[in-house]
């Protein structure tokens, strides 16, 4: 009989690409996982695994049996949402995953109902980059997590995963105010109209790696030009700042403008006031999903979650505020 927690340490190989960084996220040692390994070979009876040098990659079986592991773990996902379900009341941590801008904006008042409606369930909030949400789910270090995708920067399909859609965000380039009588660029004849007209001013993008900052290059890309990269920040409040202080332009998300917006009607029509900072309205967006493991979405705790994040979506963020673009 296959080994369910060694299966698990197959499929984290099939995604992660070596020993190391399967033991590093599962708190194990290589050694420990090299030898989990060789026990499944032998319980499956054939060779799972060819070792180049110091790496390893999956046979063709080790691949066929990785799909059967995604299939048996998410049936195991299952059993526990109806065992969960047949409980009297939640109870338990539940462990969230949520970027920076939605755990301000979104998820305390998420917690408020959630703590209202099963106080016995501890939700435990860790903020986590989009990009490592999968690998923390699928290691079970994350119940639930909030992820987010952009028009030049879509989500790739994750698999083990599901996700349901939670909110839309405008896009807005952000500028230092520039003198009185300046007119914004002129949107219908493109997002490209507003980002050339700052092709060679210095930008403000997230750090490498995320996907806020391939959001912003290949925005740019796409306008036909590279940024001339100046400052690399992650939080939103933080970049506003510095655009403010005639540091660069940026481009900033709906939720990132938020926290930083002063009462009052912006620049330009149905934008957000940032004091020393003009929004235009880019044609793009960013959408926010509900993400979990394939099978955890009837689970009841994960399910309570997700229907107090929706709740607490101000209503022009639902799905259904605007139409696709």
Do not use: N
Not at 78 to 84: G, K, N
Not at 252 to 265: K, N, T
Not at 286 to 297: P, Q
């Amino acid at each position: 009989m296959l080994d369910v927690r060694r299966l698990r340490l197959l499929r984290e190989l099939a995604r992660r690409g070596t020993i190391a960084a399967v033991a590093e996220a599962l708190a194990f040692s290589p050694s420990a996982v090299s030898q989990q390994l060789s026990v499944l070979e032998r319980e499956a009876g054939l060779p799972l695994l060819e070792r180049t040098g110091r790496r390893v990659r999956l046979t063709p079986a080790g691949q066929h049996l990785v799909g059967h592991a995604e299939a048996v773990l998410e049936r195991l996902e299952r059993a526990e949402a109806d065992l969960a379900e047949a409980r009297d009341g939640l109870a338990g941590a539940l462990r969230v995953g949520a970027f920076p801008t939605a755990t301000r904006a979104i998820v305390p008042a998420a917690l408020v109902t959630l703590a209202r409606r099963h106080p016995a369930l501890e939700a435990m909030v860790s903020e986590t980059d989009p990009a490592a949400v999968a690998h923390a789910l699928r290691a079970g270090d994350l119940d639930v997590a909030l992820v987010h995708e952009y028009d030049f920067v879509p989500a790739p399909v994750e698999p083990g995963l599901e996700t349901e859609p939670l909110c839309r965000e405008a896009m807005y380039l952000a500028e230092p105010t520039p003198p009185p009588g300046s007119a914004a660029p002129d949107l219908a004849l493109g997002q490209g109209v507003a980002l050339r007209a700052h092709r060679d001013a210095p930008w403000i993008t997230a750090t490498p790696g995320t996907l806020c900052h391939a959001m912003t290059v290949r925005a740019c890309q796409a306008a036909g030009f590279s940024p001339r990269e100046r400052h690399r920040v992650d939080e939103f409040a933080t970049v506003l700042a510095l655009v403010a202080a005639g540091q660069g332009v940026a481009v900033v998300p709906q939720l990132g403008v938020a926290g930083s917006a002063a009462p009052g009607a912006g620049a330009e029509a149905g934008a957000p006031r940032v004091p020393g900072v003009r929004l235009t309205r880019l044609p793009m967006e960013r959408r926010t999903k509900i993400a979990f493991r394939s099978g955890a979405a009837a689970h009841p705790a994960v399910a309570a979650f997700a229907a107090a994040l929706r709740e607490a979506v101000p209503p022009e963020l639902a799905p259904s505020a605007r139409p696709e673009t």
